[in-house]
């Protein structure tokens, strides 16, 4: 199947649609586990501005069994941690793990995989003059990070612009009409891959165009949405 013939961006998920979660799950996520600790203590006062959004999260919380909060690098850990145990998508998490992630790929202990049919799709939609764009749960630093470090190397002159959750909720319709309002389209020109059907209903509710990535095992598509089992023919 072929790219809608009126979408104009090409907007894209990470997990699952051009990243492998295992990726994601067993790399990454392990990764700013062990450094995060060490990091928070040798970086304190120049992560300043992501300790603030770790505190402002914290100021929100109204589970009972939160860390308690003082603005110390073992307390701002122990939440982030925290954070990360319950699987959250906290913005000042999300800012940590990319700091994190940045230092881990300038090391070069880092290098992002990707499916091997994306970074050709990337490149043809791009020499097709089509805008490429990221929209994930994963600070735009994060997937800046990603994809200037990638197995099929540094993709960031093929890609436009990144949205994280600091647009919006990805299953919020609202989300995707930011996201149309910040590229200056309608959202009928916006086609967007993702493995979550939830993601896609609030993107169709937009008014956008969707693609249901399907890696591995298919996830239920209640609303029969075309299914992408790989990008060669888009």
């Known amino acids: 199947m072929s790219l809608p013939a009126e979408a104009n961006v090409v907007l894209l998920d990470i997990e699952g649609t051009t990243t492998p979660i295992d990726f994601v799950y ?3 996520f392990p990764f700013a586990r062990a450094q995060m600790q060490g990091f928070i203590s040798e970086n304190f006062e120049t992560v300043s501005a992501s300790i603030d959004l770790l505190e402002a999260d914290h100021a929100q919380e109204k589970e009972e069994n939160v860390p308690a909060w003082e603005r110390s690098p073992s307390t701002a850990a122990r939440y982030a941690l925290w954070l990360m145990d319950q699987d959250r998508k906290a913005t000042g998490l999300k ?3 990319g700091l994190i992630w940045k230092a881990g790929y300038a090391s070069g202990e880092l290098k992002a995989t990707l499916y091997d049919d994306v970074e050709p799709a990337i490149r043809r939609w ?3 003059s089509k805008r490429v764009c990221i929209y994930s749960s994963g600070s735009v630093l994060a997937q800046k990070l990603l994809f200037a470090h990638t197995v099929a190397g540094d993709l960031t002159g093929q890609l436009e612009n990144y949205f994280d959750t600091t647009t919006g909720p990805k299953q919020a319709a609202e989300s995707y009409s930011k996201i149309a309002e910040a590229l200056n389209v309608s ?3 916006v086609f967007f891959l993702s493995d979550s059907v939830p993601e896609l209903d609030a993107a169709s509710e937009a008014g956008c165009s969707v693609g249901l990535a399907v890696r591995d095992e298919p996830p239920e598509n209640p609303n029969a ?3 992408y089992k790989d990008f060669v023919d888009l």
């Open 225 to 227: 949405y075309p299914i």
């Open 95 to 97: 800012s940590l793990q």
């Open 126 to 128: 791009h020499g097709s």
């Open 26 to 28: 067993k790399t990454l």
């Open 187 to 189: 959202c009928g020109e």
